[in-house]
Protein backbone atom coordinates (compact mmCIF):
# COMPACT_ATOMS: atom_id res chain seq x y z
CA UNK A 1 0.00 0.00 0.00
CA UNK A 2 3.01 2.27 -0.33
CA UNK A 3 1.27 4.13 -3.28
CA UNK A 4 -1.47 5.19 -1.08
CA UNK A 5 1.17 7.90 0.50
CA UNK A 6 2.34 9.14 -2.82
CA UNK A 7 -0.90 9.35 -4.36
CA UNK A 8 -2.72 11.52 -1.15
CA UNK A 9 0.45 13.56 -1.30
CA UNK A 10 -0.17 14.21 -5.14
CA UNK A 11 -3.89 15.03 -4.45
CA UNK A 12 -3.27 17.41 -1.79
CA UNK A 13 -0.66 18.95 -3.68
CA UNK A 14 -3.12 19.03 -7.16
CA UNK A 15 -5.80 20.69 -4.41
CA UNK A 16 -3.08 23.35 -3.15
CA UNK A 17 -4.46 21.77 0.62
CA UNK A 18 -2.03 21.66 3.48
CA UNK A 19 -1.92 18.51 6.06
CA UNK A 20 -4.11 20.75 8.61
CA UNK A 21 -6.52 21.56 5.96
CA UNK A 22 -7.20 18.08 4.60
CA UNK A 23 -7.32 17.06 8.22
CA UNK A 24 -10.16 19.57 9.03
CA UNK A 25 -12.05 18.50 5.76
CA UNK A 26 -11.36 14.65 6.97
CA UNK A 27 -12.25 15.06 10.75
CA UNK A 28 -8.76 13.92 11.86
CA UNK A 29 -5.49 15.72 12.94
CA UNK A 30 -2.67 16.53 10.92
CA UNK A 31 -0.23 14.71 12.37
CA UNK A 32 -2.38 11.75 11.41
CA UNK A 33 -2.70 12.84 7.27
CA UNK A 34 1.06 13.25 8.09
CA UNK A 35 1.64 9.83 9.12
CA UNK A 36 -0.31 8.69 5.63
CA UNK A 37 1.70 10.96 3.27
CA UNK A 38 5.11 9.09 4.73
CA UNK A 39 3.66 5.74 4.72
CA UNK A 40 4.25 4.87 8.59
CA UNK A 41 0.12 4.37 8.34
CA UNK A 42 -2.89 4.22 6.78
CA UNK A 43 -6.27 4.34 7.35
CA UNK A 44 -8.84 2.32 7.39
CA UNK A 45 -11.63 1.12 4.89
CA UNK A 46 -13.88 3.76 5.76
CA UNK A 47 -10.82 6.64 5.89
CA UNK A 48 -9.84 5.94 1.97
CA UNK A 49 -14.09 5.74 1.23
CA UNK A 50 -14.20 9.63 3.21
CA UNK A 51 -10.51 10.67 1.32
CA UNK A 52 -12.27 9.50 -2.20
CA UNK A 53 -15.43 10.93 -1.45
CA UNK A 54 -14.13 14.39 -0.18
CA UNK A 55 -11.96 14.85 -2.63
CA UNK A 56 -13.59 13.27 -5.55
CA UNK A 57 -11.05 10.69 -6.55
CA UNK A 58 -11.82 6.62 -6.71
CA UNK A 59 -10.69 4.52 -4.14
CA UNK A 60 -9.00 2.37 -6.62
CA UNK A 61 -6.62 5.40 -7.81
CA UNK A 62 -6.08 5.65 -4.25
CA UNK A 63 -4.62 2.32 -3.92
CA UNK A 64 -2.76 2.36 -6.71
CA UNK A 65 -5.34 -0.25 -8.89
CA UNK A 66 -6.05 2.06 -11.33
CA UNK A 67 -4.48 5.31 -12.82
CA UNK A 68 -8.48 6.53 -13.52
CA UNK A 69 -8.27 9.64 -10.79
CA UNK A 70 -11.63 11.04 -11.37
CA UNK A 71 -14.87 9.20 -10.92
CA UNK A 72 -17.13 10.30 -13.62
CA UNK A 73 -20.33 10.65 -13.25
CA UNK A 74 -23.41 9.68 -14.67
CA UNK A 75 -24.17 12.89 -16.92
CA UNK A 76 -20.07 12.02 -18.08
CA UNK A 77 -20.77 8.67 -18.69
CA UNK A 78 -24.38 9.41 -20.71
CA UNK A 79 -22.68 11.94 -22.92
CA UNK A 80 -19.12 10.36 -23.40
CA UNK A 81 -22.07 7.15 -24.26
CA UNK A 82 -23.90 8.80 -26.44
CA UNK A 83 -20.81 10.23 -28.37
CA UNK A 84 -19.06 7.37 -29.14
CA UNK A 85 -22.44 5.61 -30.29
CA UNK A 86 -23.81 8.16 -32.08
CA UNK A 87 -27.07 7.49 -30.94
CA UNK A 88 -29.41 10.59 -31.39
CA UNK A 89 -27.74 10.32 -35.21
CA UNK A 90 -30.44 11.19 -37.79
CA UNK A 91 -28.57 9.54 -40.75
CA UNK A 92 -28.91 6.10 -38.76
CA UNK A 93 -30.60 3.00 -40.26
CA UNK A 94 -33.45 2.19 -37.73
CA UNK A 95 -31.88 -1.71 -37.39
CA UNK A 96 -28.34 0.20 -36.63
CA UNK A 97 -29.98 2.74 -34.27
CA UNK A 98 -31.63 -0.27 -32.26
CA UNK A 99 -28.33 -2.15 -32.37
CA UNK A 100 -26.55 1.27 -30.67
CA UNK A 101 -29.02 1.56 -28.22
CA UNK A 102 -28.87 -1.93 -26.83
CA UNK A 103 -25.10 -1.65 -26.76
CA UNK A 104 -26.00 1.65 -24.82
CA UNK A 105 -28.04 -0.07 -22.37
CA UNK A 106 -25.79 -3.27 -22.04
CA UNK A 107 -22.80 -1.06 -20.79
CA UNK A 108 -24.76 1.29 -18.80
CA UNK A 109 -26.44 -2.01 -16.65
CA UNK A 110 -22.68 -2.96 -16.28
CA UNK A 111 -21.37 0.69 -15.33
CA UNK A 112 -24.52 1.14 -13.24
CA UNK A 113 -26.42 -2.09 -12.07
CA UNK A 114 -28.99 -3.52 -14.04
CA UNK A 115 -32.10 -1.72 -12.69
CA UNK A 116 -30.28 1.37 -12.52
CA UNK A 117 -32.47 4.36 -14.49
CA UNK A 118 -31.29 5.30 -17.90
CA UNK A 119 -30.40 8.75 -18.99
CA UNK A 120 -33.49 10.69 -19.62
CA UNK A 121 -32.96 11.43 -24.09
CA UNK A 122 -32.71 6.90 -24.04
Not at 21 to 40: C, P, Q, R
Given at each position: ?????E?????L???????????????????????????????N?Y????????????????????????????????????????????????????????????????????????????
Open positions: MTIFGRLSQLYDLNLSYREAAEILGTGSGTISSWVNKDSYPTGVIQIAEKFGVSTDWLLGLSDVKKVPDRDEVSDTMNKIYDIESPHLSTPAIVEKKYRFVELWGQLFGEDAELPKWM
